[in-house]
């Protein structure tokens, strides 16, 4: 399995963006997708997960109402649509995936991508 984040940037509080991660390997539909964001001198920490049928999401308490994780099955690729940014919100974020349930424990997705850079300014 390989997962290619994209779509971080610099944005201002308040602001929109919209991550991707491109998905290749096992069966995309067999996948677990989530995200997490690790920022400055801070462990990584859980943001976001989806269920392989879309029917369950999860989300850390720092960004409910504001993220949404999604998927398209068909594109074999995962999102993470980010409003009301804050500068707290400034991470590298990763996507990650599992072939098991729906989890928010970092140690058991076995497959990263290699992190996109988020940077929120005041």
């Known amino acids: 399995v390989q997962l290619q984040a994209s779509g971080g940037g610099l944005v201002q509080a308040g602001g929109s963006l919209r991550l991707s991660c491109a998905y290749s390997?096992?069966?995309?539909?067999?996948?677990?997708m989530g995200w997490f964001r690790q920022a400055p001198g801070k462990e990584r920490e859980f943001v976001a997960a989806i269920s392989r049928d879309r029917s369950s999401t999860y989300y850390a308490d720092s960004v409910k109402g504001r993220f949404t994780i999604s998927r398209d099955n068909a594109k074999s690729t995962a999102y993470l649509e980010m409003n009301s940014l804050k500068p707290e919100d400034t991470a590298v974020y990763y996507c990650?995936?599992?072939?098991?349930?729906?989890?928010?424990?970092?140690?058991?997705?076995?497959?990263w991508g290699q992190g996109t850079l988020v940077t929120v300014s005041s």
């Open positions: 390997g096992r069966t995309f539909l067999s996948a677990v």
């Open positions: 990650a995936a599992r072939h098991g349930g729906l989890n928010y424990w970092e140690k058991y997705y076995p497959y």
